[in-house]
């Protein structure tokens, strides 16, 4: 496809439900990000990759919290045991290279989750 | 920590008026500053971006300044459209991946 892709669009949970999102980058795509987005705000980063490596997981709010690439291209975030707080839109982004490439970010359209 | 904030939470413009969105900064170091445009249900839309080393860049109806004395960076929409109706960020990058982020300005256009 020409841009990133997400899914679910939109995932109801029941709290305590395990949940997982899932991000196609745009092919090629070396960087990988997540972020969480709260209504009306802007996103927050949660955790970063190049190819397979997770570089930096710092923004991750909890243990629950999980993210992986095993291959370098598709990424899976997963959170255990939902909670409310966990409720906002989930964002993948993805960049062409490393730090001495283009520095564009390209959004997926999110997940929604919703934690009841 | 870092910041970036915007001045205005909600900006509302006369179709066909020029818009202009502003946004403080306040880490000097930063040397990448993007704007992005986000409609209601989609993801983050890159709209234009500018490196510290320039202080004016252009493209297709949108211009964004960036004044490092004051920290300040803006994006001007000419001639704007309902379709330009949405809320806008602004970003900076604080490492050589990061990128930090304000709270958006929501742009209502009336017809």
């Known amino acids: 496809g020409a841009g990133v892709s997400q899914s679910p669009r939109y995932k109801v949970a029941k709290r305590g439900q395990d949940v997982a999102l899932r991000c196609d980058p745009i092919?090629?795509?070396?960087?990988l990000f997540w972020y969480q987005q709260a209504l009306g705000q802007g996103p927050e980063f949660l955790t970063y990759?190049?190819?397979?490596?997770?570089?930096?997981k710092s923004g991750l709010p909890s243990d629950r919290f999980f993210a992986e690439r095993p291959e370098g291209s598709v990424s899976t975030l997963k959170i255990q045991r939902t909670q409310q707080e966990d409720s906002a839109v989930y964002l993948c982004?993805?960049?062409?290279?490393?730090?001495?490439?283009?520095?564009?970010?390209?959004f997926g359209p999110g997940t929604r989750l919703t934690v009841l | 920590g870092e910041s970036v904030g915007l001045h205005l939470p909600t900006l509302s413009v006369q179709e066909g008026d020029n818009s202009i969105i502003n946004c403080a900064y306040s880490?000097?170091?930063?040397?990448?500053f993007i704007w992005y445009k986000q409609e209601s249900g989609k993801g983050p839309q890159f709209i234009i971006d500018i490196r510290s080393n320039m202080d004016k860049r252009q493209g297709q109806r949108v211009t964004v300044l960036l004044n490092k004395t004051v920290k300040h960076l803006s994006l001007q929409i000419a001639a704007t459209q309902p379709g330009d109706s949405a809320v806008y960020f602004c970003?900076?990058?604080?490492?050589?991946?990061?990128?930090?982020w304000g709270a958006g300005t929501k742009l209502i256009i009336k017809p």
């Open positions: 880490n000097s170091a930063s040397d990448y």
């Open positions: 092919s090629g795509h070396v960087s």
């Open positions: 982004a993805t960049r062409t290279g490393t730090s001495g490439g283009s520095d564009t970010q390209y």
């Open positions: 970003a900076e990058k604080d490492s050589n991946y990061q990128l930090i």
């Open positions: 990759f190049q190819n397979e490596a997770q570089l930096d």
